[in-house]
């Protein structure tokens, strides 16, 4: 009997064993995970660049061509460019202005409020669950 407790023993310690071996294999996945997600992130903010450049040079040698003049197209673009940064301005303070009603305002605190109860409800029960396995 003692020969079969040991060896449970050993069978216990080898499966939380490779529990922590898996557990820190998906850490390094999910860290490395991260960094190519940042890299992604950066090449396609570089490629949209690129891309948003390229169309904005295809629409300045077009409007080139319609007006006859590089100074009238150049102008039509530059006044696109500022209408389309005011809408974008505009957009942003309508948001910021929705984000400060009362009723948003009171949504958003309780989603605050909850995501903290339901996160201190996951440590305690991480923890409850950690103090029941030492034992």
Not at 19 to 36: F, N
Not at 105 to 134: F, I, P, Y
């Amino acid at each position: 009997m003692l020969a079969e407790v040991g060896q449970l023993g050993r069978a216990v310690r080898k499966l939380f064993g490779a529990q922590l071996h898996l557990l820190a294999t998906e850490l390094g996945l999910a860290r490395s995970a991260v960094s190519w997600m940042l890299v992604a992130g950066l090449a396609a903010t570089v490629a949209g660049v690129g891309l948003g450049l390229t169309l904005l040079g295809l629409v300045g040698v077009l409007l080139a061509a319609w007006f006859g003049s590089w100074t009238w197209a150049l102008l039509a673009l530059a006044l696109l460019q500022a209408l389309f940064l005011l809408g974008a301005i505009l957009l942003f303070r309508r948001c910021m202005h929705w984000m400060s009603l009362p009723a948003t305002r009171s949504e958003w605190n309780a989603m605050m409020h909850e995501t903290l109860r339901k996160a201190d409800q996951d440590v305690d029960a991480e923890s409850k669950h950690e103090g029941e396995v030492e034992r």
